[in-house]
Protein backbone atom coordinates (compact mmCIF):
# COMPACT_ATOMS: atom_id res chain seq x y z
CA UNK A 1 0.00 0.00 0.00
CA UNK A 2 1.41 3.75 -0.55
CA UNK A 3 0.86 5.41 3.22
CA UNK A 4 3.52 7.53 3.29
CA UNK A 5 4.17 10.69 1.33
CA UNK A 6 7.72 12.58 1.84
CA UNK A 7 7.24 15.93 0.24
CA UNK A 8 10.11 17.71 -0.03
CA UNK A 9 10.07 21.49 -0.06
CA UNK A 10 8.68 23.76 1.95
CA UNK A 11 7.38 26.66 -0.48
CA UNK A 12 3.95 27.35 -2.10
CA UNK A 13 4.07 24.04 -3.95
CA UNK A 14 5.17 21.91 -0.91
CA UNK A 15 2.27 23.32 1.64
CA UNK A 16 -0.13 23.39 -1.13
CA UNK A 17 0.42 19.94 -1.87
CA UNK A 18 0.41 19.22 1.92
CA UNK A 19 -2.37 20.98 2.52
CA UNK A 20 -5.03 19.51 -0.47
CA UNK A 21 -3.26 15.95 0.15
CA UNK A 22 -5.03 15.69 3.66
CA UNK A 23 -7.89 17.46 2.48
CA UNK A 24 -8.47 14.41 0.29
CA UNK A 25 -6.96 11.34 2.32
CA UNK A 26 -7.73 12.61 5.78
CA UNK A 27 -5.73 10.32 8.10
CA UNK A 28 -5.11 7.10 5.70
CA UNK A 29 -2.20 8.89 4.05
CA UNK A 30 0.54 9.90 6.22
CA UNK A 31 2.21 13.11 4.76
CA UNK A 32 5.78 14.82 6.32
CA UNK A 33 6.99 17.81 4.87
CA UNK A 34 10.92 18.42 4.82
CA UNK A 35 12.05 21.79 3.95
CA UNK A 36 15.23 24.31 4.54
CA UNK A 37 15.94 26.34 7.17
CA UNK A 38 18.74 27.80 4.92
CA UNK A 39 17.91 28.07 1.41
CA UNK A 40 14.91 30.43 0.99
CA UNK A 41 11.52 30.21 -1.22
CA UNK A 42 11.49 32.04 -4.07
CA UNK A 43 9.32 34.57 -2.55
CA UNK A 44 6.96 35.69 -5.35
CA UNK A 45 3.95 33.99 -6.85
CA UNK A 46 1.48 36.54 -5.59
CA UNK A 47 -1.31 37.00 -8.50
CA UNK A 48 -3.49 33.95 -9.08
CA UNK A 49 -5.94 32.95 -11.74
CA UNK A 50 -9.48 32.63 -11.06
CA UNK A 51 -9.71 28.63 -10.78
CA UNK A 52 -7.78 28.92 -7.31
CA UNK A 53 -11.57 29.23 -5.52
CA UNK A 54 -11.47 25.71 -6.03
CA UNK A 55 -8.53 24.42 -4.20
CA UNK A 56 -9.89 27.15 -1.05
CA UNK A 57 -13.36 25.74 -1.60
CA UNK A 58 -11.89 22.02 -1.03
CA UNK A 59 -9.87 22.56 1.84
CA UNK A 60 -12.65 24.21 3.07
CA UNK A 61 -11.54 28.07 3.78
CA UNK A 62 -13.46 30.88 3.83
CA UNK A 63 -12.01 34.01 1.70
CA UNK A 64 -13.24 36.03 4.91
CA UNK A 65 -11.10 34.07 7.07
CA UNK A 66 -7.78 33.44 5.21
CA UNK A 67 -7.89 36.81 2.62
CA UNK A 68 -7.77 39.04 5.81
CA UNK A 69 -4.51 36.74 6.77
CA UNK A 70 -2.76 36.77 3.69
CA UNK A 71 -3.08 40.62 3.06
CA UNK A 72 -5.36 39.86 0.01
CA UNK A 73 -6.86 41.77 -2.63
CA UNK A 74 -9.40 40.63 -5.39
CA UNK A 75 -8.12 40.14 -8.74
CA UNK A 76 -10.46 40.39 -11.81
CA UNK A 77 -8.18 40.50 -14.64
CA UNK A 78 -4.96 41.79 -15.73
CA UNK A 79 -4.31 45.22 -17.71
CA UNK A 80 -1.99 45.31 -20.15
CA UNK A 81 -0.37 48.50 -20.46
CA UNK A 82 1.69 50.07 -23.32
CA UNK A 83 2.00 46.43 -25.56
CA UNK A 84 -0.02 47.91 -28.19
CA UNK A 85 1.73 51.72 -28.30
CA UNK A 86 2.85 53.88 -25.16
CA UNK A 87 0.22 55.08 -23.22
CA UNK A 88 -2.55 52.29 -24.48
CA UNK A 89 -4.32 49.72 -22.34
CA UNK A 90 -6.84 46.66 -22.34
CA UNK A 91 -8.03 44.25 -20.15
CA UNK A 92 -8.13 40.38 -20.21
CA UNK A 93 -11.06 40.23 -17.84
CA UNK A 94 -12.30 36.93 -16.29
CA UNK A 95 -15.55 37.15 -17.97
CA UNK A 96 -16.94 34.63 -21.15
CA UNK A 97 -18.14 36.59 -24.07
CA UNK A 98 -22.31 37.44 -24.71
CA UNK A 99 -23.41 35.72 -27.38
CA UNK A 100 -25.88 36.90 -29.85
CA UNK A 101 -27.58 35.28 -32.72
CA UNK A 102 -24.67 32.34 -32.32
CA UNK A 103 -21.83 35.07 -32.68
CA UNK A 104 -19.58 36.01 -29.64
CA UNK A 105 -20.23 39.46 -28.67
CA UNK A 106 -16.76 40.69 -30.25
CA UNK A 107 -17.46 39.35 -33.65
CA UNK A 108 -20.53 41.72 -33.59
CA UNK A 109 -17.94 44.65 -32.25
CA UNK A 110 -15.84 44.29 -34.63
CA UNK A 111 -18.34 44.85 -37.64
CA UNK A 112 -19.10 48.36 -35.68
CA UNK A 113 -16.35 49.54 -33.24
CA UNK A 114 -13.16 48.84 -34.73
CA UNK A 115 -10.59 51.45 -33.01
CA UNK A 116 -12.89 51.85 -29.89
CA UNK A 117 -12.71 50.00 -26.69
CA UNK A 118 -13.51 46.32 -27.30
CA UNK A 119 -12.87 45.38 -23.55
CA UNK A 120 -14.77 48.10 -22.56
CA UNK A 121 -17.73 47.88 -25.18
CA UNK A 122 -18.10 44.15 -24.64
CA UNK A 123 -17.07 43.08 -20.43
CA UNK A 124 -18.64 44.93 -17.17
CA UNK A 125 -15.28 43.78 -15.76
CA UNK A 126 -13.19 46.38 -17.49
CA UNK A 127 -15.11 48.98 -15.63
CA UNK A 128 -15.07 47.88 -12.80
CA UNK A 129 -11.25 47.56 -12.99
CA UNK A 130 -11.01 50.94 -14.62
CA UNK A 131 -13.17 52.26 -11.78
CA UNK A 132 -11.53 50.08 -8.98
CA UNK A 133 -14.50 48.24 -7.76
CA UNK A 134 -15.10 45.47 -5.58
CA UNK A 135 -16.61 42.22 -6.73
CA UNK A 136 -19.21 42.44 -3.70
CA UNK A 137 -21.09 44.52 -1.98
CA UNK A 138 -20.59 45.85 1.09
CA UNK A 139 -23.10 42.63 2.36
CA UNK A 140 -20.95 40.37 0.94
CA UNK A 141 -22.82 39.50 -1.82
CA UNK A 142 -21.17 38.92 -5.14
CA UNK A 143 -22.02 41.36 -8.45
CA UNK A 144 -22.51 38.47 -10.49
CA UNK A 145 -25.20 36.07 -9.40
CA UNK A 146 -24.56 32.86 -11.56
CA UNK A 147 -22.74 30.33 -9.00
CA UNK A 148 -23.35 28.39 -6.12
CA UNK A 149 -21.51 30.28 -3.33
CA UNK A 150 -22.46 28.65 -0.40
CA UNK A 151 -20.50 25.15 -0.20
CA UNK A 152 -23.08 24.27 2.56
CA UNK A 153 -25.95 24.26 -0.32
CA UNK A 154 -23.46 21.34 -2.46
CA UNK A 155 -22.91 17.85 -1.66
CA UNK A 156 -19.34 18.23 -2.98
CA UNK A 157 -16.38 19.76 -3.13
CA UNK A 158 -15.69 21.23 -6.76
CA UNK A 159 -12.45 20.85 -8.50
CA UNK A 160 -10.87 22.33 -11.67
CA UNK A 161 -12.47 19.55 -14.03
CA UNK A 162 -15.84 20.61 -12.81
CA UNK A 163 -15.30 24.41 -13.91
CA UNK A 164 -18.11 25.21 -16.17
CA UNK A 165 -18.91 28.69 -15.48
CA UNK A 166 -16.48 31.86 -15.22
CA UNK A 167 -15.88 32.69 -11.67
CA UNK A 168 -15.45 36.54 -12.14
CA UNK A 169 -12.28 37.05 -9.75
CA UNK A 170 -8.78 35.51 -8.50
CA UNK A 171 -6.96 36.58 -5.75
CA UNK A 172 -3.48 38.70 -4.87
CA UNK A 173 -2.06 38.05 -1.69
CA UNK A 174 1.81 37.73 -0.05
CA UNK A 175 3.14 34.73 -0.84
CA UNK A 176 5.20 34.17 2.34
CA UNK A 177 1.70 34.89 4.20
CA UNK A 178 0.00 32.24 2.41
CA UNK A 179 2.89 29.97 3.27
CA UNK A 180 2.63 30.39 6.90
CA UNK A 181 -1.54 30.01 6.93
CA UNK A 182 -1.09 26.75 4.84
CA UNK A 183 1.90 25.58 6.82
CA UNK A 184 -0.57 26.10 10.00
CA UNK A 185 -3.39 24.01 8.22
CA UNK A 186 -1.37 21.41 7.37
CA UNK A 187 0.15 21.08 10.88
CA UNK A 188 -3.18 21.34 12.53
CA UNK A 189 -4.90 18.40 10.19
CA UNK A 190 -1.38 15.99 10.71
CA UNK A 191 1.22 16.66 8.45
CA UNK A 192 4.77 16.02 10.08
CA UNK A 193 6.95 19.25 9.63
CA UNK A 194 10.62 18.83 9.89
CA UNK A 195 13.12 21.54 9.53
CA UNK A 196 16.16 20.46 7.89
CA UNK A 197 18.05 20.52 4.67
CA UNK A 198 17.74 17.39 2.37
CA UNK A 199 21.88 16.53 1.43
CA UNK A 200 21.24 13.28 -0.37
CA UNK A 201 18.63 11.21 -2.56
CA UNK A 202 19.15 7.73 -2.00
CA UNK A 203 17.55 5.00 -4.74
CA UNK A 204 17.11 1.09 -4.42
CA UNK A 205 18.58 -0.90 -6.87
CA UNK A 206 15.47 -0.34 -9.08
CA UNK A 207 16.37 3.54 -9.19
CA UNK A 208 13.52 4.06 -7.26
CA UNK A 209 14.07 6.76 -4.48
CA UNK A 210 14.11 4.73 -1.36
CA UNK A 211 14.64 7.48 0.96
CA UNK A 212 16.21 10.90 1.28
CA UNK A 213 19.30 11.69 3.69
CA UNK A 214 18.71 14.88 6.03
CA UNK A 215 21.71 16.59 7.88
CA UNK A 216 20.26 16.64 11.31
CA UNK A 217 17.27 14.30 11.30
CA UNK A 218 18.37 11.26 9.74
CA UNK A 219 16.82 9.04 7.14
CA UNK A 220 13.63 9.81 6.18
CA UNK A 221 11.66 7.13 4.39
CA UNK A 222 8.44 7.14 2.16
CA UNK A 223 6.52 5.07 -0.49
CA UNK A 224 5.97 8.52 -2.41
CA UNK A 225 8.25 11.88 -2.65
CA UNK A 226 6.93 14.54 -4.13
CA UNK A 227 9.84 16.99 -5.31
CA UNK A 228 8.76 20.55 -4.47
CA UNK A 229 12.87 22.22 -3.97
CA UNK A 230 11.67 24.69 -6.96
CA UNK A 231 14.27 25.65 -9.98
CA UNK A 232 16.41 23.08 -8.33
CA UNK A 233 14.38 20.18 -9.09
CA UNK A 234 16.90 18.07 -6.96
CA UNK A 235 14.62 15.12 -6.73
CA UNK A 236 13.17 14.82 -10.00
CA UNK A 237 15.69 16.79 -12.63
CA UNK A 238 19.16 15.71 -10.55
CA UNK A 239 18.70 12.47 -8.44
CA UNK A 240 16.21 10.63 -10.91
CA UNK A 241 18.26 12.56 -13.87
CA UNK A 242 14.73 13.52 -15.97
CA UNK A 243 15.31 15.66 -18.91
CA UNK A 244 14.14 19.71 -18.70
CA UNK A 245 12.60 20.70 -22.06
CA UNK A 246 13.44 24.46 -22.70
CA UNK A 247 10.65 26.82 -24.04
CA UNK A 248 13.26 29.63 -24.04
CA UNK A 249 13.10 29.33 -27.70
CA UNK A 250 9.74 31.08 -28.16
CA UNK A 251 9.64 32.95 -24.16
CA UNK A 252 13.15 34.35 -24.04
CA UNK A 253 12.52 35.96 -20.81
CA UNK A 254 14.53 33.91 -18.14
CA UNK A 255 15.25 36.78 -15.31
CA UNK A 256 13.26 38.66 -12.89
CA UNK A 257 13.99 41.85 -10.34
CA UNK A 258 11.34 41.86 -7.60
CA UNK A 259 10.40 44.32 -5.07
CA UNK A 260 8.15 44.53 -2.17
CA UNK A 261 6.95 48.21 -1.65
CA UNK A 262 5.29 49.85 1.24
CA UNK A 263 1.96 52.02 -0.21
CA UNK A 264 -0.78 53.49 1.84
CA UNK A 265 -3.49 51.94 -0.46
CA UNK A 266 -6.26 54.30 1.15
CA UNK A 267 -4.77 57.07 -0.69
CA UNK A 268 -3.63 55.09 -3.64
CA UNK A 269 -6.81 53.07 -3.77
CA UNK A 270 -6.92 49.46 -4.83
CA UNK A 271 -7.48 48.61 -8.42
CA UNK A 272 -8.79 45.22 -8.50
CA UNK A 273 -6.20 43.46 -11.62
CA UNK A 274 -2.77 42.97 -12.24
CA UNK A 275 -1.28 45.31 -14.32
CA UNK A 276 1.46 44.28 -16.46
CA UNK A 277 3.59 46.91 -18.11
CA UNK A 278 5.40 46.11 -21.27
CA UNK A 279 8.95 47.52 -21.40
CA UNK A 280 12.21 47.69 -23.47
CA UNK A 281 13.30 43.92 -22.80
CA UNK A 282 10.15 42.40 -21.22
CA UNK A 283 7.23 43.75 -18.44
CA UNK A 284 6.54 44.82 -15.32
CA UNK A 285 3.57 43.38 -12.43
CA UNK A 286 2.46 45.47 -10.59
CA UNK A 287 0.35 44.04 -8.03
CA UNK A 288 -1.76 45.65 -5.57
CA UNK A 289 -1.94 44.01 -1.68
CA UNK A 290 -3.89 45.42 1.32
CA UNK A 291 -0.36 47.30 2.82
CA UNK A 292 1.68 46.98 -0.12
CA UNK A 293 2.71 46.80 -3.81
CA UNK A 294 4.48 43.44 -5.27
CA UNK A 295 6.35 44.54 -8.63
CA UNK A 296 9.05 42.94 -10.43
CA UNK A 297 10.32 43.76 -13.84
CA UNK A 298 10.54 40.02 -15.90
CA UNK A 299 12.73 40.35 -19.14
CA UNK A 300 15.42 38.36 -21.46
CA UNK A 301 18.86 38.21 -19.93
CA UNK A 302 20.35 38.75 -23.65
CA UNK A 303 18.87 42.37 -23.71
CA UNK A 304 18.96 43.53 -21.05
CA UNK A 305 21.25 43.09 -17.82
CA UNK A 306 20.80 42.96 -14.22
CA UNK A 307 21.82 46.11 -13.25
CA UNK A 308 19.74 47.58 -16.28
CA UNK A 309 16.57 45.77 -15.13
CA UNK A 310 17.29 47.04 -11.46
CA UNK A 311 17.24 50.53 -12.67
CA UNK A 312 14.59 50.54 -14.54
CA UNK A 313 12.51 48.63 -12.01
CA UNK A 314 13.23 51.72 -9.38
CA UNK A 315 12.63 54.35 -11.75
CA UNK A 316 8.86 53.13 -12.37
CA UNK A 317 8.74 52.81 -9.34
CA UNK A 318 9.42 56.00 -8.34
CA UNK A 319 10.92 56.91 -4.68
CA UNK A 320 8.80 54.39 -2.42
CA UNK A 321 11.71 52.32 -3.86
CA UNK A 322 14.69 53.86 -2.28
CA UNK A 323 16.73 51.73 -0.11
CA UNK A 324 14.25 48.68 -0.50
CA UNK A 325 15.92 45.23 -1.44
CA UNK A 326 15.59 43.92 -4.80
CA UNK A 327 15.36 40.26 -5.47
CA UNK A 328 17.21 39.18 -8.85
CA UNK A 329 15.90 35.69 -9.81
CA UNK A 330 16.89 33.85 -12.79
CA UNK A 331 14.27 31.83 -14.15
CA UNK A 332 14.27 28.41 -15.91
CA UNK A 333 11.36 28.37 -18.55
CA UNK A 334 9.95 25.12 -19.81
CA UNK A 335 8.58 21.75 -18.47
CA UNK A 336 10.28 18.31 -17.21
CA UNK A 337 9.67 15.94 -20.06
CA UNK A 338 8.27 13.94 -17.23
CA UNK A 339 7.00 15.33 -13.97
CA UNK A 340 6.04 12.13 -12.79
CA UNK A 341 8.62 9.32 -12.77
CA UNK A 342 8.78 5.82 -10.84
CA UNK A 343 7.69 6.84 -7.19
CA UNK A 344 8.70 11.00 -7.44
CA UNK A 345 6.34 13.02 -8.36
CA UNK A 346 7.56 16.65 -9.06
CA UNK A 347 5.02 19.51 -8.21
CA UNK A 348 5.55 23.77 -8.78
CA UNK A 349 8.70 24.82 -10.08
CA UNK A 350 10.37 21.47 -10.69
CA UNK A 351 8.02 20.56 -12.50
CA UNK A 352 7.94 23.28 -14.84
CA UNK A 353 7.24 27.24 -15.07
CA UNK A 354 6.02 29.55 -18.23
CA UNK A 355 7.28 32.61 -16.76
CA UNK A 356 4.26 34.61 -14.74
CA UNK A 357 2.58 36.44 -17.44
CA UNK A 358 -0.81 35.46 -17.00
CA UNK A 359 0.07 34.58 -13.08
CA UNK A 360 -0.17 30.44 -14.00
CA UNK A 361 2.38 29.40 -11.78
CA UNK A 362 0.08 28.72 -8.69
CA UNK A 363 -2.64 27.15 -11.00
CA UNK A 364 -0.06 24.36 -12.94
CA UNK A 365 -0.04 23.61 -9.03
CA UNK A 366 -3.36 23.44 -8.52
CA UNK A 367 -3.91 21.31 -11.48
CA UNK A 368 -0.61 19.15 -10.30
CA UNK A 369 -2.44 18.16 -6.78
CA UNK A 370 -5.25 17.33 -8.38
CA UNK A 371 -4.37 14.81 -10.90
CA UNK A 372 -1.75 13.38 -8.33
CA UNK A 373 -5.20 12.94 -6.30
CA UNK A 374 -7.07 11.08 -9.47
CA UNK A 375 -4.26 8.99 -10.04
CA UNK A 376 -2.89 8.39 -6.80
CA UNK A 377 -2.09 4.70 -6.49
CA UNK A 378 -3.30 2.39 -3.93
CA UNK A 379 -1.50 -1.32 -3.68
CA UNK A 380 0.30 -1.46 -6.25
CA UNK A 381 2.19 0.73 -9.07
CA UNK A 382 0.27 1.08 -12.60
CA UNK A 383 2.50 2.77 -15.49
CA UNK A 384 -0.91 3.75 -17.09
CA UNK A 385 -1.88 5.81 -14.55
CA UNK A 386 1.62 7.67 -14.48
CA UNK A 387 1.78 8.24 -18.19
CA UNK A 388 -1.90 9.31 -18.38
CA UNK A 389 -0.35 12.09 -15.30
CA UNK A 390 2.24 13.17 -17.13
CA UNK A 391 0.32 13.67 -20.30
CA UNK A 392 -1.95 16.07 -18.50
CA UNK A 393 0.71 17.56 -16.63
CA UNK A 394 2.52 18.39 -20.22
CA UNK A 395 -0.48 19.30 -22.29
CA UNK A 396 -1.55 22.12 -19.44
CA UNK A 397 1.92 23.59 -19.74
CA UNK A 398 2.41 23.69 -23.56
CA UNK A 399 -1.11 25.05 -23.93
CA UNK A 400 -0.32 27.95 -21.78
CA UNK A 401 3.41 28.15 -23.21
CA UNK A 402 1.40 28.91 -26.58
CA UNK A 403 -0.64 31.13 -25.16
CA UNK A 404 1.81 32.96 -23.76
CA UNK A 405 3.82 32.74 -27.11
CA UNK A 406 0.68 34.57 -28.69
CA UNK A 407 0.94 37.75 -26.15
CA UNK A 408 4.56 38.15 -27.85
CA UNK A 409 4.18 37.64 -31.24
CA UNK A 410 0.87 40.10 -31.79
CA UNK A 411 1.74 42.79 -29.97
CA UNK A 412 1.66 45.29 -31.68
CA UNK A 413 5.27 46.93 -30.44
CA UNK A 414 7.77 46.90 -32.15
CA UNK A 415 10.44 49.96 -31.54
CA UNK A 416 13.14 48.07 -30.55
CA UNK A 417 15.09 44.49 -31.27
CA UNK A 418 13.37 42.61 -28.14
CA UNK A 419 9.85 43.76 -29.73
CA UNK A 420 11.01 43.01 -33.24
CA UNK A 421 12.28 39.91 -32.24
CA UNK A 422 9.14 39.12 -30.45
CA UNK A 423 6.72 38.96 -33.70
CA UNK A 424 9.10 37.09 -35.66
CA UNK A 425 10.68 34.20 -32.96
CA UNK A 426 9.35 30.76 -33.58
CA UNK A 427 6.24 30.03 -32.33
CA UNK A 428 5.45 26.44 -31.15
CA UNK A 429 4.05 24.07 -33.24
CA UNK A 430 0.29 24.44 -34.19
CA UNK A 431 0.46 28.23 -33.31
CA UNK A 432 1.36 29.57 -36.58
CA UNK A 433 -1.08 27.42 -38.37
CA UNK A 434 -3.93 28.67 -35.54
CA UNK A 435 -3.40 32.14 -36.04
CA UNK A 436 -3.28 32.28 -40.37
CA UNK A 437 -6.97 31.15 -39.33
CA UNK A 438 -7.78 33.71 -36.36
CA UNK A 439 -7.34 36.36 -39.40
CA UNK A 440 -10.12 35.29 -41.02
CA UNK A 441 -12.16 34.15 -38.45
CA UNK A 442 -12.08 34.76 -34.34
CA UNK A 443 -10.93 31.89 -32.07
CA UNK A 444 -13.71 29.77 -30.80
CA UNK A 445 -12.98 26.06 -28.66
CA UNK A 446 -12.85 24.03 -31.77
CA UNK A 447 -9.92 26.06 -32.94
CA UNK A 448 -7.55 26.53 -29.63
CA UNK A 449 -4.93 24.32 -28.27
CA UNK A 450 -7.65 21.20 -28.15
CA UNK A 451 -6.25 20.13 -24.40
CA UNK A 452 -7.40 21.78 -21.01
CA UNK A 453 -5.34 24.24 -20.27
CA UNK A 454 -7.33 26.72 -18.65
CA UNK A 455 -7.68 29.59 -20.82
CA UNK A 456 -10.77 29.82 -22.97
CA UNK A 457 -11.38 31.19 -26.46
CA UNK A 458 -12.62 34.66 -25.06
CA UNK A 459 -8.81 34.98 -23.39
CA UNK A 460 -6.87 34.61 -26.75
CA UNK A 461 -9.76 36.95 -28.69
CA UNK A 462 -9.40 39.24 -25.86
CA UNK A 463 -5.59 39.13 -26.53
CA UNK A 464 -5.65 39.33 -29.93
CA UNK A 465 -8.37 42.62 -29.68
CA UNK A 466 -6.13 44.13 -27.48
CA UNK A 467 -2.70 43.62 -28.36
CA UNK A 468 -3.24 44.82 -32.10
CA UNK A 469 -0.47 43.07 -34.24
CA UNK A 470 -2.31 40.09 -35.86
CA UNK A 471 -4.81 41.67 -38.02
CA UNK A 472 -8.46 40.22 -37.38
CA UNK A 473 -11.62 40.71 -39.49
CA UNK A 474 -15.58 40.25 -38.17
CA UNK A 475 -17.15 37.24 -39.64
CA UNK A 476 -18.34 38.09 -43.14
CA UNK A 477 -21.46 36.40 -42.41
CA UNK A 478 -22.73 39.08 -40.25
CA UNK A 479 -23.90 41.18 -43.30
CA UNK A 480 -26.44 39.15 -43.70
CA UNK A 481 -27.79 39.64 -40.86
CA UNK A 482 -29.84 42.57 -39.16
CA UNK A 483 -27.14 44.49 -35.94
CA UNK A 484 -30.21 45.08 -34.39
CA UNK A 485 -29.98 42.57 -31.34
CA UNK A 486 -26.10 42.84 -30.58
CA UNK A 487 -26.34 46.87 -30.95
CA UNK A 488 -28.96 46.23 -27.89
CA UNK A 489 -26.38 43.84 -26.24
CA UNK A 490 -23.71 46.43 -26.53
CA UNK A 491 -26.07 49.13 -24.75
CA UNK A 492 -26.64 46.51 -21.95
CA UNK A 493 -23.23 46.19 -21.50
CA UNK A 494 -22.78 49.71 -20.98
CA UNK A 495 -25.83 50.24 -18.74
CA UNK A 496 -24.96 47.37 -16.24
CA UNK A 497 -21.07 48.65 -16.17
CA UNK A 498 -22.31 51.81 -15.53
CA UNK A 499 -24.64 50.75 -12.47
CA UNK A 500 -22.71 48.11 -11.02
CA UNK A 501 -20.19 50.78 -11.19
CA UNK A 502 -22.51 53.77 -9.45
CA UNK A 503 -23.27 50.94 -6.72
CA UNK A 504 -20.30 48.33 -5.68
CA UNK A 505 -18.14 50.00 -3.03
CA UNK A 506 -14.50 50.82 -3.94
CA UNK A 507 -11.97 47.76 -3.49
CA UNK A 508 -10.45 49.25 -0.88
CA UNK A 509 -13.80 50.39 1.21
CA UNK A 510 -14.31 46.48 1.04
CA UNK A 511 -11.00 45.25 1.52
CA UNK A 512 -10.76 47.47 4.85
CA UNK A 513 -14.26 46.63 6.32
CA UNK A 514 -13.09 42.73 5.88
CA UNK A 515 -10.03 43.54 7.39
CA UNK A 516 -11.47 45.03 10.29
CA UNK A 517 -10.36 48.54 9.54
CA UNK A 518 -13.42 50.89 8.96
P1 LIG B 1 10.21 27.55 -4.00
O1 LIG B 1 9.38 28.69 -3.52
O2 LIG B 1 11.54 27.86 -4.61
O3 LIG B 1 10.40 26.56 -2.79
C1 LIG B 1 11.41 25.57 -2.77
C2 LIG B 1 11.45 24.94 -1.40
O4 LIG B 1 12.35 23.86 -1.44
C3 LIG B 1 11.93 25.87 -0.28
O5 LIG B 1 11.14 25.66 0.87
C4 LIG B 1 13.36 25.38 -0.01
O6 LIG B 1 13.76 25.62 1.33
C5 LIG B 1 13.17 23.92 -0.29
N1 LIG B 1 14.42 23.21 -0.60
C6 LIG B 1 15.21 23.36 -1.69
N2 LIG B 1 16.28 22.53 -1.58
C7 LIG B 1 16.14 21.87 -0.41
C8 LIG B 1 16.91 20.89 0.28
N3 LIG B 1 18.08 20.45 -0.20
N4 LIG B 1 16.48 20.43 1.47
C9 LIG B 1 15.29 20.87 1.98
N5 LIG B 1 14.52 21.79 1.38
C10 LIG B 1 14.95 22.28 0.21
N6 LIG B 1 2.96 32.12 -9.85
C11 LIG B 1 1.70 32.58 -9.83
O7 LIG B 1 0.76 31.80 -9.73
N7 LIG B 1 1.46 33.92 -9.89
C12 LIG B 1 2.43 34.84 -10.02
O8 LIG B 1 2.16 36.03 -10.05
C13 LIG B 1 3.77 34.36 -10.12
N8 LIG B 1 4.80 35.23 -10.28
C14 LIG B 1 6.06 34.73 -10.37
C15 LIG B 1 7.11 35.61 -10.62
C16 LIG B 1 8.41 35.12 -10.77
C17 LIG B 1 9.53 36.05 -11.08
C18 LIG B 1 8.66 33.73 -10.63
C19 LIG B 1 10.04 33.19 -10.77
C20 LIG B 1 7.62 32.87 -10.35
C21 LIG B 1 6.32 33.35 -10.24
N9 LIG B 1 5.26 32.49 -10.01
C22 LIG B 1 3.99 32.96 -10.00
C23 LIG B 1 5.48 31.07 -9.72
C24 LIG B 1 5.40 30.84 -8.21
O9 LIG B 1 6.26 31.74 -7.55
C25 LIG B 1 5.80 29.41 -7.88
O10 LIG B 1 5.06 28.54 -8.69
C26 LIG B 1 5.47 29.12 -6.43
O11 LIG B 1 6.03 30.06 -5.56
C27 LIG B 1 5.93 27.73 -6.04
O12 LIG B 1 7.31 27.65 -5.89
P2 LIG B 1 7.91 26.30 -5.34
O13 LIG B 1 7.25 25.98 -4.05
O14 LIG B 1 7.83 25.28 -6.41
O15 LIG B 1 9.44 26.63 -5.13
Not at 373 to 383: L, N, Q, T
Request: net charge negative; aromatic share 12%.
Amino acid sequence: MVKNVVIVGGGTSGWMTAAYLRAAFGDRIAVTLVESKNIATIGVGEATFSTIRHFFDYLGLDEREWMPECHATYKLGIRFENWRAPGHHFYHPFERLRVVDGFPLTDWWLGTRPGGDFDRDCFVISWLCEAKRSPRYLSGELFEQDFTENPDERAYRTTLTEQNTQFPYAYHFDAALLASYLTRFGTERGVRHVLDDVVDVRLDERGWIDHVLTKEHGELAGDLFIDCTGFRGMLLNKALSVPFVSYQESLPNDRAVALRVPADMAARGLRPCTTATAMDAGWIWTIPLYGRVGTGYVYAGDYCTPEEAERTLREFVGPEADDLEANHIRMRIGRSERSWVNNCVAVGLSSGFVEPLESTGLFFIQNAIEQLVKHFPADRWDDRLRESYNRQVANVMDGVREFLALHYHAAARSDNDYWKDAATRPVPDGLAERLELWQARLPDSETVFPHYHGFESYSYIAMLLGLGGVPVQAPPALRHFDHGRAERELRLVREQAEALVANLPSQYEYIAALNGDT
